[in-house]
C-alpha cells in the first residue's frame, strides 16, 4: 500500500515520501515513515482514530513525538496518509480481481471473494474502513472520493448487465450502497456477531462467504443463470 505524504523539514520546508506500509522491497528494514503508518493503520483500525494519541504512537514505536510531526505534520495529516494507502490498496485489489473474472455473476462474485480474502490477509485496511465510517468527513469523503473511479465502473457494468438480461433490474447507485454496506458491515461489525452469538473464526468466514453469496446470487442473477 502506498502513500504519498509530507513532513515539515529542519529547514522549515515540506518534503514529500512515497511510503510502502505493507512492507519494504528485498526484505529490507521499514523506514521510520513506513513504520509510523503501519503503526497508525493499526491503532486506527483497532482503537479508533480519536482514542489513538501521537504521544502513544511514539511510545510504542521508541521515537519522540517529534519524530512523527516531522512526516506528518498533524494527527489529522496521518490519518489522510493512512486512508489514501488503504484507498490505493483496496482499490488496486478490487481492480485486480475485476480484470480476472469473467462478466456477470462471475465478476460479482470475484469481487466479493477478494474482500473476504483481504479481510483474513489484511484485517486492518477493513477495520479502517469502517473507522472512516464512523468518524465521518473529511476522512469518509477522502476515502470515498479516491474510490469513485472504480464505483463508477461498477455501476457501468452493473448497468450493461441488467441490459442485458444476465442480471435482474435494479438502481446500479443503490446496488453498490446495498453490497458495499452489507459485505463491509459483516466484517467488520464482530461486536454485532458476538452479540449474535457468533464467535468470529476462519470457519465462520467461509461460512458467512458462502451464504452471502448464495444470498446475492438469488437476489441479482435472472432466471437462476451463471
Excluded at 60 to 89: M, N
Excluded at 97 to 113: H, N, Q
Excluded at 194 to 203: D, F, I, K
Amino acid at each position: 500500500m502506498t502513500a504519498s505524504a509530507g513532513g515539515a523539514s529542519p529547514g522549515g520546508g515540506r518534503r514529500g515520501a512515497v511510503l510502502a506500509v505493507e512492507g519494504s522491497p528485498s526484505g529490507a528494514p521499514a523506514g521510520t515513515a513506513e513504520r509510523i503508518l503501519r503503526a497508525a493503520l493499526a491503532s486506527f483500525a483497532d482503537r479508533g482514530y480519536r482514542e489513538t494519541s501521537l504521544d502513544a504512537l511514539a511510545v510504542s514505536l521508541h521515537v519522540r513525538k517529534q519524530t512523527i510531526l516531522y512526516w506528518f505534520p498533524s494527527k489529522e495529516a496521518l490519518l489522510e496518509a493512512v486512508v489514501d494507502g488503504c484507498a490505493a490498496e483496496l482499490s488496486t485489489m478490487l481492480e485486480a480481481s475485476l480484470e480476472g473474472a469473467g462478466g456477470g455473476w462471475a465478476k460479482v462474485e470475484a469481487v466479493v471473494r477478494s474482500v473476504f480474502r483481504l479481510s483474513a490477509r489484511r484485517p486492518e485496511i477493513l477495520g479502517l474502513v469502517r473507522e472512516t465510517g464512523r468518524i465521518g468527513p473529511p476522512a469518509s469523503t477522502r476515502f470515498l472520493t479516491a474510490l469513485r473511479p472504480l464505483a463508477e465502473r461498477a455501476a457501468a457494468f452493473f448497468e450493461d448487465e441488467m441490459d442485458a438480461g444476465r442480471l435482474r433490474r435494479h438502481d446500479p447507485n443503490l446496488l453498490l450502497v446495498a453490497l458495499y454496506s452489507t459485505v463491509i458491515g459483516m466484517l467488520t461489525e464482530v461486536e454485532v456477531l458476538r452479540a449474535l452469538g457468533e464467535e468470529p473464526t476462519s470457519r465462520s468466514l467461509v461460512r458467512r462467504r458462502r451464504e452471502l453469496l448464495d444470498l446475492l446470487h438469488a437476489a441479482l442473477v435472472a432466471g437462476g443463470l451463471d
